[in-house]
């Protein structure tokens, strides 16, 4: 991470009296990690930052210390004099009604490689595998207290961000970044336990449904899934329901990548892209107007799904096609 930038954008955080952070749409661990995380790390210091997301705060992380004080997005642009924005690929991507405030976004901390920094400055750093880390290197450079809650924070989006340090982004600095926040008060069973072990029954019945759309292609080195509008009534399952079902499709043997195509009420499609390693899904979500990482993308349709939809499988057949054996 760059010293000069690191540094600037201390001062600016460690200056603001009226601090507002904003994280991306169908928030996940680490989006509503680096939220409270920030949040309770810029308490410590003495300011009272307001903290907003597209829908609030969602069941599975309410375990979150602070959850409370994650609310939705306000109609209106909230009075601030610190405008950041974490976990977020694109400006679009922090939800609709951001898009009418005419406003820049003073920092942008994230970790996406398809970020194109869209803030006034831009702290990107994509050797690290979540925002949280990316803050917690912040903070240690900045000497600020770390406490239990902030720590806890940070972990969970440890965890989920590098899929239980699994994925390929997981190095010796991932761990030691893990192993510090142990010590000062994450307790990596525990927060395993409420991301990994606390399934409720609607988002199992869910998977169960969406399970049974496994369709494989390309020698069965590429498989997805679907999720049809009324999965949602049969299962009572919401749409937040869908994070970590793609791991179904992207941890079968061979499957270089994994896709899950979710069609909506309103014509529209939303796709997840996972790789194992050998395919870049940030590039083929780049073709689309979509975005993320090397092993793990997203696009967004407003319409023509289906058509869509099969245009990302051929997408991913060139792919997979060009590969050496
Ligand atoms: P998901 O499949 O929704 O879990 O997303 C995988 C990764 O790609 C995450 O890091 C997302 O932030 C990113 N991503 C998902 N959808 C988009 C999109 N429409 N544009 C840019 N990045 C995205
Ligand atoms: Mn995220
Ligand atoms: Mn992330």
């Known amino acids: ?3 000069a930038l690191t540094r600037r954008i201390i001062e600016r955080l460690g200056s ?7 994280t991306h749409l169908r928030p996940d661990g680490d989006a509503f990690g680096s939220l409270l995380g920030l949040g309770h790390a810029l308490r410590d210091l003495g300011t009272n930052p307001k903290l907003f997301v597209e829908g609030g705060m969602i069941d599975m992380y309410r375990f979150l210390p602070g959850s409370d004080l994650v609310q939705d997005l306000p109609d209106a642009m909230p009075e601030t004099d610190c405008l950041v924005a974490l976990d977020t690929s694109t400006r679009e991507r922090l939800g609709q009604k951001t898009v009418s405030w005419i406003r820049p976004i003073d920092i942008v901390i994230d970790h996406h490689i398809s970020n194109p920094g869209y803030g006034s400055a831009n702290l990107i750093a994509s050797e690290i595998p979540s925002t949280t880390g990316v803050l917690f290197k912040l903070f240690e450079s900045a000497g600020w207290k770390i406490s239990p809650s902030t720590a806890t924070c940070l972990f969970t989006g440890l965890t989920t961000d590098t899929g239980s340090f699994r994925y390929r982004g997981t190095n010796a600095e991932t761990l030691h970044i893990a192993a510090k926040l142990v010590e000062f008060g994450a307790d990596p069973s525990e927060i395993a336990k ?4 606390s399934i409720s029954h609607e988002r199992h ?5 969406v399970s049974n759309t496994l369709s494989l292609k390309d020698d069965k080195k590429s498989a997805f899934l679907t999720i049809l509008p009324e999965f949602y009534s049969k299962s009572g399952a919401k749409s937040e329901d869908t994070e970590g079902i793609i791991e179904e499709v992207s941890s079968i043997q061979g499957v270089e990548v994994g896709s899950l195509f979710e069609f909506s009420q309103d014509g529209g499609l939303r796709v997840s892209l996972r790789s194992k390693g050998r395919v870049d899904v940030n590039a083929i979500a780049s073709c689309f107007g979509g975005g993320g990482h090397k092993a793990a993308a997203g696009i967004r349709f407003a319409k023509e799904a289906e058509k869509n939809r099969d245009l990302v499988l051929a997408a991913i057949s060139q792919a997979i096609a060009s590969l050496k054996d």
């Open 1 to 3: 991470m760059d010293a």
């Open 194 to 197: 409420q991301c990994y072990l």
């Open 16 to 22: 603001a009296q009226h601090p507002v952070l904003l």
């Open 205 to 209: 019945a869910l998977k169960r449904l």
